[in-house]
């Protein structure tokens, strides 16, 4: 019987020796305290922010409206171009009056009577009076009456600097309307392109506003209209023209 527990002894030893060390290399989950389950915070909408609004810029005026309303003048004398600056409704009629820039040398000769203005490309035709004469630079107003309102050209009373460029608008030699451009230079002279005709029409800038008419040298054998120096233009500035033209807007 004692040797019997003696040899059970050493295999009792080994069997919980064993049993120990399964233990330890067992996995202790069951032993790990419980955790809490994750809690996702609530999703949080950020207030949505609408972007400003944002204007489309203002298409500006260009050369182009000052050239749909351009007057061509036809007289006995010849042809000459001008340029609308105002337009007003007559007190207590449907008529309306506009007054137009020219050169002097246009119009002091004639008679206004037979003058007949075109206006723009619409075939409208009509009488002008004369206004005033400028007291010494070759500039003129008439004045003639419409049953309609007209768009007229808004002045720019600076004078162009050197460089910039430049539109002319008239009829030379009475045939269809040009329009031309060129950089303006010393001397009131600027590089576009202008004929016999096109004397009082207007000179625009980019932005469609009169910095000047049409000026010419030389006299033509007619008096009507002078000459030009081709692909020099001698203008008049409204800077020039500003008090006087003053006096009558």
Sequence with gaps: MRDKIIRVAPLMAVLTLLALLGYALSPREALRPPTSPAVEAPAVEAPAVEAPAVEAPAVEATWVDAAKVALRLKGPGGVGSAVPISCRKLDGRDL???????????????????????IGEDGTIATPDLVDVHPFEDAALIR??????????????EHPPLGERVWAIGYPMGMSRTITDGYVGDHNKASADVFPGNSGGAVVDSQGRLVGIVDSVGVASNGFI????????????TEELKDWLDSHL
């Design 144 to 157: 003639f009456v419409l049953p309609y309102p007209m768009h007229v050209v808004p002045l720019r009373v």
């Design 96 to 118: 309306w009056e506009v007054l137009a820039l020219t050169c002097r040398h246009v119009v002091e000769d004639e008679d206004l009577l037979a003058v007949k203005v075109s």
């Design 226 to 237: 002078r000459n030009v120096v081709s692909h020099v233009m001698f203008f008049i500035s």
